[in-house]
């Protein structure tokens, strides 16, 4: 169960829209996210970073986080999770 304060991140989330879609200049603010767990080291979920994906982007499409896994994500789209991490953070501090 989601404390409070992940279920006010997941809202700002939200509302950013795809970050990766946001990167190729398509607008997703009205596209749904989920919520992906950027897991460094094998290292637990709840205390992973968190990024919004859209379904494509996620776990969907065959070019999906999920079907590549983290190398095949960044060599194909050309950034890493790591990025992607500090890209949200920079729009959640703007919208701040």
Known sequence: MPTKAEKDLY????RIGCI????H???????PVEMHHVRRYGGKR???PVIGLCAYHHRLGDNSYHSLGAKGFTKYWGISP???I???????????
């Open 11 to 14: 809202q700002k989330l939200a």
């Open 20 to 23: 990766l879609c946001k990167q």
């Open 25 to 31: 200049g398509i607008n997703t603010t009205d596209t």
């Open 46 to 48: 709840e205390l992973a």
């Open 82 to 84: 790591e990025e992607l």
């Open 86 to 96: 500090e890209k949200t953070n920079d729009l959640l501090q703007e919208a701040s």
